[in-house]
């Protein structure tokens, strides 16, 4: 199982960006699908997740800047981000839950310049 994200750049604050992470190989059910970041020296932290059926989930950070979606037929995840502030600088890493194990993407670097 591959994961790919995509879409990541240098961004003026409040600019925004759309970044995909698309699923291949032997792939069965993907189950729940999530985005994370993560900083240098800092702990990689969820910023959304989504189930199967579409429910989402956010952390505080996120809530009302970002938008977090799949297509199921095309075993993608995307995050649509919004409103981007400096503090959103990080490289953001997609995963998938295929029957219990967790798969994860290489990153796409998120640069946001105030």
């Known amino acids: 199982v591959q994961l790919v994200e995509s879409g990541g750049g240098l961004v003026q604050a409040g600019g925004s960006l759309r970044l995909s992470c698309v699923a291949s190989?032997?792939?069965?059910?993907?189950?729940?699908m999530a985005w994370y970041r993560q900083v240098p020296g800092k702990q990689r932290e969820l910023v959304a997740s989504?189930?199967?059926?579409?429910?989402?989930d956010y952390a505080d950070s996120a809530k009302g800047r970002f938008t977090i979606s799949r297509d199921n037929v095309r075993n993608s995840v995307y995050l649509e981000v919004n409103s981007l502030k400096a503090e959103d600088t990080a490289v953001y890493y997609c995963?998938?839950?295929?029957?219990?194990?967790?798969?994860w993407g290489q990153g796409t670097q998120v640069t946001v310049s105030s």
């Open positions: 190989g032997s792939l069965f059910t993907i189950n729940d």
């Open positions: 995963n998938a839950d295929i029957f219990g194990t967790l798969y």
């Open positions: 989504i189930t199967r059926s579409g429910s989402a």
